[in-house]
């Protein structure tokens, strides 16, 4: 490595938060927290910077949000452009106090917020993912799928790839749709066949955020607290590792989502 | 992975952040997804002295110490 003093508009330590894509930098740093006009909330300002080659940086537009304590440390891609947000933030009026800050941009230098997607309006959300065929949030209130990143589909988890479900962990979106990642009840029992029934890590596959298929694994390990990540390596490649005490550790590589090489 | 390491991504690449107290050490993925440990040289961070977000762009990793100064590795081949 090699270390450079950058000239402003450069992000310096003070609150910036700098995340990487594909073409280059974006960097974000709350100003200020206002009284909204109605006395009953806050609006976040955030400033943002770009950059192609991480040394020259050039100042972008602004982001308000409803809410404070912005700190933006996700970035994502997808058909419609560039999605930022913070799943530790909090969006004045939420029901659960865990509602998402987003906000999206086509060419990462004008911002537009989301203002209280429908979607998200049931808060939970913790992760989002992006990829070539459009968006994923997932969390504990559900999964949802969007090509646009403004109109959101609520997945019904429901019906025989779903059977047993006990949660969703996490799930990306890549080239050949969306992959979500979680845990099962069954088959296997434990306590001699009489205790609760073990948790199985699975993965489930869906092209368009409608129809999902579970993925079959070969040699996930059930388990009393066994669960599933899956994890994008690139548009066409994903990664899905199993934890679990007593287990291998175990991971899968994939590049349809739907067949899986067993690489440990 | 352990629970400390961090999966970097520009998008189309990924390397895993793998910090200690004493050092961060870099892997990327070969074709057949082994990993293989990055060679670090120039002005290595100290790890104590970093902001909490290293990240990948198009050109290599960008981390910032709380000096100001900022960090730019550039992966090599071979």
Redesign the interface.
């Known amino acids: 490595?090699?270390?450079?003093?950058?000239p402003t508009p450069?992000?310096?330590?003070n609150g910036w938060?700098?995340?990487?894509?594909?073409?280059?930098?974006l960097a974000f740093q709350e100003t200020s927290e206002d009284d909204s006009p109605d006395g009953q909330s806050e609006i976040a300002t955030i400033d943002t910077s770009h950059s192609?080659?991480?040394?020259r940086w050039k100042a972008g537009g602004q982001i308000k949000w409803d809410g404070s304590g912005i700190d933006v440390?996700n970035l994502v891609?997808g058909p419609s452009g560039l999605l930022a947000y913070d799943f530790e933030g909090t969006v004045c009026g939420s029901v659960s106090g865990f509602d998402l800050p987003v906000a999206m941009s086509a060419d990462g230098i004008s911002w537009k917020s989301i203002d209280d997607p429908a979607a998200f309006a049931q808060g939970g959300i913790q992760n989002i993912s992006g990829g070539s065929a459009g968006y994923i949030a997932t969390g504990l209130a559900g999964v949802w799928t969007s090509t646009d990143g403004m109109s959101w589909r609520h997945a019904a988890l429901t019906g025989k790839a779903f059977k047993g479900l006990d949660g969703i962990e996490n799930g990306v979106a890549f080239a050949d749709g969306y992959v979500i990642a979680g845990q099962t009840y069954g088959p296997e029992t434990g306590g001699c066949g009489e205790g609760p029934t073990l948790l199985t890590p699975s993965l489930w596959w869906s092209a368009d955020g409608g129809a999902w298929t579970r993925d079959t694994l070969s040699g996930a390990i059930p388990g009393a607290e066994a669960w599933m990540d899956v994890?994008?390596?690139?548009?066409h490649?994903l990664?899905a590792?199993e934890s679990n005490p007593g287990g291998s550790g175990a991971s899968w590589?994939s590049s349809d989502g739907r067949t899986r090489g067993n690489?440990s | 992975m352990s629970g400390d390491d961090e999966l970097l991504s520009n998008g189309q690449q990924t390397l895993i952040l793998s910090e200690d107290a004493s050092e961060t050490t870099i892997y990327g993925f070969r074709d057949d997804l082994t990993v293989y440990e990055l060679a670090q040289s120039g002005d290595i961070p100290d790890p104590d002295d970093l902001f909490e977000w290293t990240t990948f762009g198009p050109t290599g990793l960008l981390t910032m110490d709380d000096q100001g100064n900022t960090y730019v590795g550039v992966p090599v081949a071979g």
């Open positions: 490595m090699n270390s450079l003093s950058l450069a992000p310096d330590g938060t700098v995340v990487g894509r594909s073409r280059g930098w192609a080659d991480g040394l440390m891609e994890y994008r390596l690139n548009d490649l990664l590792g590589a690489r």
